[in-house]
């Protein structure tokens, strides 16, 4: 039951790009297609923004994207806006079947 | 609209008891997966406990194997988390969520467990 690791922090300039990874092991991550994300302002509770590794719930900017290669996977937030100030953080529901999350990134609009 | 309304949270002694409530509605409760997560302050999320639809299967934490115990009434749409023996690692906020195929599309707003003298 090991979280997956994430950088602790991202940032980027309002308009720029971040990157944060996920990495787990081939029975988390990389034998699946089962990665999600979630988006966690301060006092809240998470929000889902991206599953099955790269779908987009409705209502969520194409700003977010998802990918994945190997046991890393990967959420991109593309023209960063003030608002995306927030913790990220990724889950796997693989061959563990049962939720294992990711330390979590806080990202940072400098 | 789905809604997930967490209930039962407060202050508790170490050793102490505490049952969590999620009154849900909005969806087919009893045709989904649900989940208790928890969330440390200043820390990450932790996935808890799962309950499948019928009540009929469970998982736990390594932390929390054989202390605390999911259930659910479909008949009133509400989960469960009874927690025993409490100590000052179970502080968090506890959120239950839904396990929509191998995501968590909806949560509720949480509700905070503090244990402490």
């Known amino acids: 039951q090991s979280a997956l690791t994430q950088p602790p922090s991202a940032s980027g300039s309002p308009g720029q790009s971040v990157t944060i990874s996920c990495t787990g092991t081939s029975s988390t991550v990389g034998d699946y297609e089962y990665v999600s994300w979630y988006q966690q302002h301060p006092g809240k509770a998470p929000k889902l923004i991206i599953y099955e590794v790269t779908k987009r719930p409705s209502g969520v900017p194409d700003r977010f994207s998802g990918s994945k290669s190997g046991n890393t996977a990967s959420l991109t937030v593309s023209g960063l806006q003030a608002e995306d100030e927030a913790d990220y953080y990724c889950?796997?529901?693989?061959?563990?079947?049962?939720?294992?999350f990711g330390t979590g990134t806080n990202v940072a609009v400098l | 609209e789905v809604q997930l309304v967490e209930s039962g949270g407060g202050l508790v002694q170490p050793g102490g008891s505490l049952r969590l409530s999620c009154a849900a509605s909005g969806f087919t409760f009893s045709g989904y997966w649900m989940h208790w997560v928890r969330q440390a302050p200043g820390k990450g999320l932790v996935w808890v406990s799962q309950i499948n639809g019928g009540g009929t299967s469970t998982k736990y934490a390594d932390s929390v194997k054989g202390r605390f115990t999911i259930s659910r009434d479909n008949a009133k749409n509400t989960l469960y988390l009874q927690m025993n023996t409490l100590g000052a690692e179970d502080t968090a906020v506890y959120y239950c969520?839904?396990?929509?195929?191998?995501?968590?599309?909806?949560w509720g707003q949480g509700t905070l467990v503090t244990v402490s003298s």
């Open positions: 889950s796997s529901y693989g061959g563990t079947n049962i939720g294992v």
């Open positions: 969520a839904i396990l929509t195929g191998y995501y968590y599309d909806h």
